[in-house]
């Protein structure tokens, strides 16, 4: 899959239906050159005065990866 295609997708949180946002980028492992994490664009409804527009998720924590969206436990 590329990162174009896995950019579309909505991140949304398994716990309580609410989407996230959208895949800006990945990091990458140094050592073994494996996906560790996403970088996530935070969705306007999430964003507040308090909080970056960009939060990183682990690849441990995506639960499902459908057509259309991507489902992550946040809190594992």
Do not use: A, H, W
């Amino acid at each position: 899959m590329k990162l174009s295609e896995l950019q579309r997708k909505d991140i949304v949180d398994i716990r309580n239906g609410k989407k996230i946002g959208k895949i800006i980028d990945v990091i990458f492992d140094p050592n073994n050159g494996y996906m560790i994490k996403f970088v996530i664009e935070r969705s306007s409804i999430i964003k507040n005065i308090f909080s970056s527009d960009e939060v990183c998720i682990r690849f441990t924590q995506i639960k499902k990866m459908g057509e259309d969206v991507i489902l992550i436990d946040i809190n594992s």
